[in-house]
Every structure is written in structure tokens, then in C-alpha cells.
T-cell receptor, first 115, second 115 residues
Framework: ELKVEQNPLFLSMQEGKNYTIYCNYS?????LYWYRQDPGKSLESLFV?????AVKQEGRLMASLDTKARLSTLHITAAVHDLSATYFC???????????????FGEGTQLTVNP | EAQVTQNPRYLITVTGKKLTVTCSQN?????MSWYRQDPGLGLRQIYY???????DKGDVPEGYKVSRKEKRNFPLILESPSPNQTSLYFC??????????????FGPGTRLTVL
């Protein structure tokens, strides 16, 4: 059974600071997603990581994937209040080049950025 | 506007009364999927569909049915709802995962309460 663990589950940080959210998973996969969810809202796709060493950046967020370590990170640079949300990683047990998608989500990291 | 729509958005029902939650997308996506979100458990995949008439079970399919008669629609059917199906449900769609166009678009969610 694929297990996906995020840490921390709750993160309170000040504006302007940097921090990293970790996503560990238990079986081999080379397809990983990051999503953002605002309170009471739906999920928004942030990044799709499809190979070992993949790195993607959008604004103050940067995601990376290390398939050997079974680890993905979401790094936040110089946080601003607008980044407050819950962030989920999801791992596809079928891998990058298989058709179909069987996603297992982490519990989510609730991020609060304080002024 | 490209979107995934779900109806109803909120539903309170009683045990055993059959219900259907509709999901429709206007992006010509082949892949569609249903998830449920529960506190502390993240999102769990219920069913997914790779194309018309092609469906498969996710991690928690018990008590649910789906059909994919048209490309744009993927209804979720609860034949005999029970209180443990009280949850927040999301439908999502994308182009075929594994071809590099993996971004999943999520619907707004349906909050279901089964009494």
C-alpha cells in the first residue's frame, strides 16, 4: 500500500521567511503533483513533477522531486500572506509513463503566513 | 470558460435514498476522476475513467458507482447512501495522464451529508 506523508501538517510562519514542506512516499513512483486548497475552496494544481531531479518554480514556490529518496519538497521563498492555504502532495503509483492515474494524497500542510 | 462543474453543491439526504452527483467538463478531457475529502485523511480516489465506457476503481470504491457514457460527463451514484459517506466530494478531469499534460482541474466540490 502506498503511503504518502507530509510534514509538517501545520506551519505558521512570518512574512518574508523561507520554509520547506516535505512529502515522503513509500513506494517507487516518478509522477508527483502539488496542489493548493484555500479554505472552503476547490484544489488548484501547482506543479507536476515527472522525473527524478525535476524542479519547477512558480513565483515564490519551488518544487523538486528525488525519486531515489522518495521525497518531494515544496520550498517557499519570502512568504507572503497570500500563500496561506493548505498544500497537498499526491503520488501516482503508476509512474510517469503509464497511462491512467491512481493518486494517493498526503494529509495536507496547513500554512499560515502572518504579517 | 474552461471548467469542471458539479451539481448539487450541497446535499442533505437520508440513509438509503439513492442519489446522483453530476460532474461535467468542457475541456474535452479524456480522464475524469472522483475523490472524497475527509478531515485528517486528505483526498482519496473513488473511481476514475480513462475515456468513454472505461472506468476503474480507486482506493475507496465501496458504496459508489460511476458511468461514463459521454466524454464530458462522469456522474457519481450512491445507490444506498450511509452516514459514513458523509464527505466533501470532488470531481477532476485532465488529458490522459502520462503524456505530459497532467494538470488536473478540479470541480468546486459537493458537500454531502447522509443522516
Amino acid at each position: 500500500e502506498l503511503k504518502v506523508e507530509q510534514n509538517p501538517l501545520f506551519l505558521s510562519m512570518q512574512e518574508g521567511k523561507n520554509y520547506t514542506i516535505y512529502c515522503n512516499y513509500s513506494t517507487t513512483s516518478d509522477r508527483l503533483y502539488w496542489y493548493r486548497q484555500d479554505p472552503g475552496k476547490s484544489l488548484e494544481s501547482l506543479f507536476v513533477l515527472l522525473s527524478n531531479g525535476a524542479v519547477k518554480q512558480e513565483g515564490r514556490l519551488m518544487a523538486s522531486l528525488d525519486t531515489k529518496a522518495r521525497l518531494s519538497t515544496l520550498h517557499i521563498t519570502a512568504a507572503v500572506h497570500d500563500l496561506s492555504a493548505t498544500y497537498f502532495c499526491a503520488v501516482d503509483r503508476r509512474g510517469a509513463w503509464a497511462s491512467g492515474s491512481r493518486l494517493t494524497f498526503g494529509e495536507g500542510t496547513q500554512l499560515t503566513v502572518n504579517p | 470558460e474552461a471548467q469542471v462543474t458539479q451539481n448539487p453543491r450541497y446535499l442533505i439526504t437520508v440513509t438509503g435514498k439513492k442519489l446522483t452527483v453530476t460532474c461535467s467538463q468542457n475541456m474535452n478531457h479524456e480522464y475524469m476522476s472522483w475523490y472524497r475529502q475527509d478531515p485528517g485523511l486528505g483526498l482519496r480516489q473513488i473511481y476514475y475513467s480513462m475515456n468513454v465506457e472505461v472506468t476503474d476503481k480507486g482506493d475507496v470504491p465501496e458504496g459508489y458507482k460511476v458511468s461514463r457514457k459521454e466524454k464530458r460527463n462522469f456522474p457519481l451514484i450512491l445507490e444506498s447512501p450511509s452516514p459514513n459517506q458523509t464527505s466533501l466530494y470532488f470531481c477532476a478531469s485532465s488529458f490522459i495522464p502520462g503524456l505530459g499534460t497532467d494538470t488536473q482541474y478540479f470541480g468546486p466540490g459537493t458537500r454531502l451529508t447522509v443522516l
